[in-house]
């Protein structure tokens, strides 16, 4: 499995989510959101308040994902990081 590695603001990362929420129908009965709200707790935020995200590849390549990603990319508002950048913005152990 290939995972991917993003960051955005919260603004555009909501908009996304909220975007690909409707496009798939949630919340429905079994799934609340395709992604994490960006004010989840558990979110990976980093220090300048980017939103941090890790998909599989694959979901990528779903015709809505496909159809925005490349823009948000082209246009600076999504960066793609590497699987180092992502950890970084985990959550720390104490």
Known sequence: M????????????EAVRQSLNAAWGFPNAGTVSCILPADDPTA????????????????????????????????????EITRAEYLAALPQGD
């Open 44 to 79: 990976p935020i980093d220090g300048q308040g980017r939103i941090h995200l890790a998909v599989t590849d694959e979901w990528c390549q779903w015709d809505e994902v496909a159809a925005v990603l490349p823009e948000l990319l082209a246009s600076g508002a999504v960066e």
């Open 2 to 13: 290939i995972q991917r590695y993003f960051r955005s603001d919260a603004g555009t990362y």
